[in-house]
């Protein structure tokens, strides 16, 4: 089952702009988190944020969830284009025990020079 | 240095064919994971596993084995790969919270396997 779905799927800015993602799941959460991953590489974790977290902060990274909205938003700030990859939301379903992930299918993400 | 190593990292084999990708961490991790990528798919949980000896089901298990016996190592098998298995796969390991805590910690991913089954 499909938990994470980023939105948009692909998006392109200029180098300095911010870039926005954001991620909807369906059912109730204990954690969701974003991962990056270039080109045919492995995810590198970026940022965790907890059901009863509303914004996480991390170097150019913030994060916000909605639990009402059952949604997240991942926001890059003055971006570089050392940015450019995929972003994927993860969650782990409350009602699973949090005992297994769900990632949507990403956002990719194009930072041009 | 703390890692998810994986191999082999490309494998081309034909349909039928056994063949075991080999998933090890030197973190201590109690969970380990493995997932398959597929363009427009995202990351697709295969199997997953709590601790030595107990492994789980994924969304996608149908046509793979797993095991965990030693905590480090958890390997992927197809006993009999299809082409439909060709696909990026992916291991990963975690940190468990300790019972009770329903928190969890971040994934470490392995480099992935390419694996192609004509």
């Known amino acids: 089952s499909q938990q994470g779905e980023e939105d948009p799927q692909a998006l392109s800015i200029q180098e300095g702009e911010n870039a926005t993602m954001n991620c909807s799941y369906k059912?109730?959460?204990?954690?969701l988190q974003w991962y990056r991953q270039n080109s045919g590489r492995g995810l590198v974790h970026l940022i965790l944020?907890?059901?009863?977290?509303r914004e996480k902060h991390s170097g150019r990274l913030r994060v916000t969830l909605d639990t009402s909205k059952k949604s997240s938003s991942l926001l890059i700030t003055a971006s570089r284009a050392a940015d450019t990859a995929s972003y994927f939301c993860?969650?782990?379903?409350?009602?699973?025990?949090?005992?297994?992930?769900?990632f949507g299918p990403g956002t990719r993400l194009s930072v041009l020079p | 240095e703390a890692q998810v190593t994986q191999n082999p990292r490309y494998l081309i084999t034909v349909t039928g064919k056994k063949l075991t990708v080999t998933c090890s961490q030197n973190?201590?991790?109690?969970?380990m994971s493995w997932y398959r990528q597929d363009p427009g798919l995202g990351l697709r949980q295969i199997y997953y596993?709590?601790?030595?000896?107990?492994?789980d089901k994924g969304d996608v298990p149908e046509g793979y084995k797993v095991s965990r016996k030693e905590k480090r190592n958890f390997p992927l098998i197809l006993e009999s790969p299809s082409p439909n298995q060709t696909s990026l796969y992916f291991c990963?390991?975690?940190?468990?919270?300790?019972?009770?805590?329903?928190?969890?910690?971040?994934?470490?991913f392995g480099p992935g396997t390419r694996l192609t089954v004509t």
């Open positions: 990963a390991s975690s940190l468990l919270p300790g019972q009770g805590n329903v928190y969890r910690y971040e994934q470490y």
């Open positions: 059912t109730s959460i204990n954690n």
């Open positions: 944020i907890r059901s009863n977290e």
């Open positions: 993860a969650t782990d379903a409350r009602d699973n025990y949090g005992q297994n992930f769900v």
């Open positions: 973190m201590n991790h109690e969970y």
């Open positions: 596993s709590m601790n030595v000896e107990v492994t």
